[in-house]
């Protein structure tokens, strides 16, 4: 035991030989190992990374393959497609009567104006309406309204209304459109508007074009009546019973829903073209033609025709819903002389969209197209006046009389059409 303890150095270097080869195996095997780990995750990272190629090139592919199929059902949900419809598109809210002219004017703007494959370019979208009133409030509250019908009297019905100023800022107008004739159906024992004084009349329902003319109208003449609202088929049940005396429509002649009217003792009212009345509206009348079971043969009724009006929301100049109205608009003028050819509705003749409506503003695109327009035809009037002073002169003619001069400016036009 002491020997161990203190053995000879020999001894001792002996002992480190001995252990020394087993020290030598443990160390190269630990650094085989290692060498083995760094070889594995090489490989693990050389296998990943070309993975990783390999799905770029099929992500890539598939983009590919997917843009050429088109958009996803999912993308499509979610508006995601490359075309995107709603950059074109403009909804138009209408009337509720759906044969209607300006109904049928929205389909022809619709019918002429959407463009692309998908009517991504352009895309008329009407909305049908509950009533032209209604119509104001949703183009300025309801999300996604861009253009509407509005009557030419709506301004005049919202004068005492506190937010008018506001109203009236936030709205501009595109074009005039087709006029609409009022319409007081009245029983027995009612011959004249004044006989509705002190009496119910029902103004048809809320929201509606008669619910706005109406009040406006009574209001300029003095006739003070209960005017209260209904729709049509309740308020004739009520007209039947003697609870009202007259329901009033606004709509344009021959409408199916006057016509359609039978009762004993059921007439129409005439509403007097009046100075009252001259800066809001138009002189109409009806005729047996128009309403046989109304009108006597052989007789009119004087009446009064409301204006309508293309509106636009007035958004901030150079905003996406302003520069799509504004395409629109463009669009719209640009190709309206088709809109007055055979199949298209034929009120779109009597529109002139110079025409100004009082009291409204227009919207500025509509007004620099015009403006456009005009000095154009301006240019053309000038050439056409000095082209004629010419052939004038060529002729030897001069100092001609009114009537010559217009009988030589039609010779001109025809030598001017076949030099052409």
Request: proline share 5%; glycine share 8%; net charge neutral.
């Amino acid at each position: 035991m002491a020997g161990s303890a203190g053995a000879p150095a020999e001894v001792q270097k002996d002992a480190r030989h001995t252990h020394a080869p087993e020290a030598f195996r443990r160390a190269t095997l630990e650094e085989e190992t290692l060498r083995i780990r760094v070889g594995v995750l090489a490989l693990c990272c050389l296998v990943f990374g070309a993975g990783e190629v390999l799905a770029q090139r099929a992500t890539k592919s598939a983009k590919a393959e997917a843009t050429a199929k088109g958009p996803t059902p999912d993308q499509l949900l979610l508006g995601q497609s490359k075309n995107d419809a709603n950059l074109g598109t403009v909804t138009l809210m209408t009337q509720r009567l759906l044969a209607g002219p300006l109904m049928t004017a929205a389909l022809d703007l619709s019918t002429l104006l959407d463009d692309g494959e998908r009517f991504e370019k352009m895309r008329v979208l009407p909305v049908i309406a509950r009533g032209k009133m209604q119509n104001l409030w949703d183009m300025l509250y309801l999300g996604g309204i861009d253009l509407a019908y509005l009557q030419t009297d709506t301004l005049e019905f919202l004068k005492s209304d506190p937010q008018y100023a506001v109203i009236k800022d936030k709205v501009r107008y595109i074009t005039v459109m087709f006029s609409e004739e009022i319409c007081i159906i009245a029983g027995p024992g009612i011959a004249s508007l004044s006989d509705l004084a002190g009496k119910k009349v029902s103004i048809n329902a809320k929201g509606t074009a008669a619910a706005v003319s109406i009040p406006v109208i009574f209001a300029r003449l003095g006739i003070k009546a209960d005017l209260q609202y209904a729709d049509t088929n309740i308020a004739l049940e009520r007209m039947k019973s003697g609870e009202l005396a007259a329901h009033t429509f606004l709509l344009a002649k021959p409408a199916r829903a006057i016509a359609d009217l039978k009762g004993e003792g059921l007439h129409i009212l005439p509403i007097p073209f009046s100075n009252e009345l001259s800066d809001l509206y138009l002189p109409s009348k009806f005729t047996n033609a128009d309403y046989p079971n109304l009108v006597p043969a052989g007789q009119e009724v004087e009446t009064v025709a409301v204006g309508n009006i293309l509106a636009v929301f007035n958004w901030p100049e150079g905003s996406e819903r302003y520069k799509k109205a504004a395409r629109f608009t463009e669009t719209f003028f640009g190709r309206f002389a088709e809109l007055q050819k055979p199949g298209f509705h034929p009120k779109w003749k009597d529109v002139n969209l110079a025409a100004q409506v009082p009291g409204w503003t227009r919207f500025k695109p509509a007004q620099d197209w015009l403006d456009k327009a005009a000095a154009q035809q301006r240019a053309v009037d000038a050439d056409l006046r000095n082209s004629f002073g010419s052939y004038l002169k060529r002729r030897g003619l001069s100092d001609v009389g009114a009537r010559s001069e217009s009988e030589l400016f039609q010779q001109f036009l025809e030598w001017r059409r076949t030099r052409n």
